[in-house]
């Protein structure tokens, strides 16, 4: 499974969430992409707003975007 956390610097709501998402990331490892630096990256994604996370699996790219819809991602996996 591959997870990656789209924010930028300025995003009040991506603040918020980068506790959750950095002790997530010590677990299962999380890819940090900053918008603005990384625009090739965003554009694979088709990322239109932050935050936004991303998870690859079997089963293909599945996009949840949002501090709730993330929040709640984050907490079925870890439990």
């Not at 610097?9 to 010590?26: D, M, R, S, Y």
């Not at 707003?49 to 996996?77: A, C, M, S, Y």
Request: charged share 30%; hydrophobic share 35%; aromatic share 10%.
């Amino acid at each position: 499974m591959n997870t990656t956390f789209f924010y930028t610097n300025e995003c009040g709501k991506c603040a918020e969430l980068k506790p959750l998402v950095n002790e997530f990331n010590k677990h299962l490892g999380v890819k940090m992409v900053n918008t603005y630096e990384d625009e090739l990256i965003t554009e694979a994604y088709d990322v239109m707003w932050v935050p936004t996370l991303v998870i690859e699996d079997k089963n293909g790219k599945h996009k949840f975007e949002g501090v709730d819809e993330i929040k709640q991602v984050l907490r079925k996996i870890v439990s």
